[in-house]
């Protein structure tokens, strides 16, 4: 096992990813979270409290700064984090889990970010909907050109 120190290191901030990159190359960084103890162990991560994850039995491997909305975020009503560690249970908690860890915390927080900017959107435009007048189609309608 990989001392702290060099799990800090290794990652330090969840929610960087490749994909994540906007025009200026910046990374997504809402999801900021540390692994703030040494795992010990294997995964039996379902223990969240106030931004705080454990990923083993014996409350080592704690995770701080995983949001209450990335811990929730559900997809017809299936609860990603949780079901994804879930799936996990009994894998050693290595530098490839955490890794993997890593990026679906980061995509989670991304897609969350994303939502909300579509239903921001979404609602500037929905009140300057376009009707046939608008859109010069009223005289074509009337004179059967459609």
């Known amino acids: 096992m990989a001392p702290l120190s060099r799990l800090r290191d290794w990652g330090g901030k969840f929610g960087r990813s490749k994909l994540s990159r906007g025009r200026r190359g910046r990374?997504?960084?809402?999801?900021?979270?540390?692994?703030?103890?040494?795992?010990?162990?294997?995964l039996e991560a379902s223990d969240w409290s106030e931004s705080e994850l454990y990923l083993c039995a014996d409350r080592s491997g704690r995770v701080s700064g995983v949001s209450a909305e990335v811990w929730a975020f559900s997809v017809s009503g299936y609860r990603l984090l949780y079901r994804w560690?879930?799936?996990?249970?009994?894998?050693?908690v290595d530098h490839a889990l955490m890794r993997e860890l890593r990026d679906l915390v980061g995509r989670?927080?991304?897609?969350?970010?994303?939502?909300?900017?579509?239903?921001?959107?979404?609602?500037?435009?929905?009140?300057?909907?376009?009707?046939h007048a608008a859109l010069g189609l009223a005289e074509a309608a009337e004179h059967g050109d459609e």
């Open 85 to 92: 560690l879930d799936a996990r249970k009994g894998l050693p």
């Open 27 to 42: 990374a997504f960084s809402a999801a900021r979270s540390r692994v703030e103890t040494e795992p010990t162990g294997t």
């Open 108 to 131: 989670i927080a991304e897609l969350i970010d994303l939502f909300a900017r579509a239903d921001s959107l979404l609602a500037n435009i929905s009140g300057a909907t376009l009707d």
